[in-house]
């Protein structure tokens, strides 16, 4: 139905967004680790794991994509 597809257009915008902030966060730590903020990895690393680790209890956004 239109409903449901309207829904499903929200949705999916909202999660290319959501992606689009993560990889522009990504880019501001590499290039933070690359000045010598070692602590920017950390970050670095709970962008990816937020993009692709899926757990019985969450979904990753690119498997929601």
């Known amino acids: 139905s239109i ?3 309207t ?3 929200m949705i999916n ?3 290319e967004e959501q992606f ?3 990889i522009q966060l990504i ?3 590499i290039k933070d680790f690359d ?3 070692f602590l920017a990895a950390i970050n670095l690393a709970i962008r ?3 993009l692709i680790h899926d757990t019985n209890r969450s979904v990753s956004l690119l498997t929601q994509m």
Do not use: A, P
């Open 48 to 50: 990816i794991r937020f």
């Open 20 to 22: 689009d902030i993560q």
């Open 27 to 29: 880019q501001l730590s």
């Open 13 to 15: 915008k909202e999660l």
């Open 3 to 5: 409903k449901y597809f």
């Open 7 to 9: 829904y499903y257009i």
């Open 35 to 37: 000045k010598g903020d």
